[in-house]
């Protein structure tokens, strides 16, 4: 067997999707994409098929080591996105080839649900309460909002208080049996970080994730230092190598690889493994389309500290299509009572829709992050 093409198609609301093809007429299918780079990731992929055409698409693992260490720079956030799609194709591939949900692949799985959680509240959280009512109703037991919108790097504490305020609101709204993850969205800094995670206390976070910037996980240790609940981060590490440090400095309770940023399903479980040596639970980062959260669930499965999964169903970005809208059957990804059975299906355990893909690749996107600015009109973290 021979991969023979790579197609790519950019669909709305902001996804990319890829489809690699084989002389003996087996495909798989990945979603190799950065939110706001898809063309960069999409011409990424391209300039990446020259080491795959021709190619078996069974050495995963080889082609992995190939794309990744063929070319003399290596890693960040486009490249990885582009190898983490072509790794979820691959293994989408060989599982259709033998019949085999991927999990069958990586072991058998651990686990036979995957319990989900949902977004409410939107970039400028407001409303929470009555979002969190309504997912708790649709049988949710966890959620996710947005902690703040913008803040200074050194903002008032009235600023703070609103921030308080929102999650108190939540947490009266759901009880104190439902799960809150608080997004900090990297849009804290460290100087208001550390009143802030300590003013969340009273009211039992989930988790808190991305407390800082990627580039100052450094300072973590300090901030964080004697609070009641987990930390979460990693939705912009984008290897084993970048979560090490972190890890090593016992500065995290719970990682979060998305598996279209980190090299794909073959990375994602190497950095879950990574994880599990240091007694840190697993829940992957997944704003994104149905072929990144079956390739989540895939990994999931198979990793014992996996504890709950994101999913983007109905979040405030996917203007024009949702999630399962690109499937032939929603079925595999249908959630409830806030729980995702596993795939059993072959490969990743979805079907995609292609002629729907074609259709909607004539519509295409061209989404972007909103850029904010402070009072002052110096730009501010999204």
Request: overall charge negative; charged content about 20%.
């Amino acid at each position: 067997m021979r991969i023979t093409r790579l197609q790519t198609w950019q669909i709305p609301p902001r996804w990319l999707f890829l489809k690699i093809e084989t002389d003996e007429g087996v495909a798989g299918w990945g979603e190799p994409v950065l939110e706001g780079r898809a063309a960069t990731v999409e011409a990424a992929v391209h300039e990446l098929a020259d080491y795959l055409v021709g190619q078996d698409p069974r050495r995963i693992e080889h082609l992995w080591q190939t794309l990744y260490r063929g070319g003399f720079y290596r890693g960040g956030p486009v490249l990885m996105s582009a190898i983490a799609g072509i790794d979820q194709a691959l293994w989408d591939l060989k599982g259709r080839a033998l019949g085999v949900p991927v999990h069958e692949l990586l072991g058998g799985a651990c686990r036979e649900r995957m319990r989900m959680y949902a977004w409410t509240g939107g970039d400028r959280p407001g409303e929470v309460a009555a979002g969190a009512k309504a997912l708790v109703a649709e049988g949710f037991t966890a959620f996710k909002m947005n902690g703040t919108a913008e803040l200074a790097i050194v903002d008032s504490h009235a600023r703070i208080d609103e921030a308080v305020a929102r999650v108190a609101e939540a947490r009266a709204a759901v009880g104190p049996e439902v799960g809150i993850g608080i997004d900090f969205h990297g849009r804290v800094h460290r100087p208001m970080a550390k009143a802030l995670l300590r003013e969340l206390e009273p009211f039992h976070p989930m988790f808190v994730e991305e407390p800082v910037l990627p580039e100052h996980l450094h300072c973590l240790p300090q901030i964080t230092a004697g609070l009641g609940y987990p930390i979460a981060t990693g939705e912009r590490l984008h290897s084993r190598y970048d979560f090490r440090p972190v890890l090593e400095a016992g500065c995290v309770d719970i990682v979060q690889p998305d598996l279209s940023h980190c090299g794909g399903i073959t990375e994602g479980r190497k950095i879950a493994v990574l994880a599990e040596t240091w007694d840190v639970a697993l829940a992957p980062h997944c704003p994104l389309g149905p072929l990144t959260l079956a390739a989540s669930l895939q990994v999931d499965a198979v990793s014992h500290n996996a504890f709950i999964q994101e999913q983007s169903m109905g979040i405030h970005y996917n203007v024009g299509n949702d999630v399962l809208d690109y499937l032939l059957d929603p079925a595999p990804l249908r959630i409830e009572g806030g729980y995702c059975a596993i795939p059993q299906g072959p490969g990743l355990g979805v079907e995609i829709n292609e002629a729907y893909v074609a259709e909607r690749a004539r519509v295409g996107h061209r989404w972007r992050n909103p850029v904010w600015q402070h009072a002052d009109g110096s730009v501010a973290e999204w």
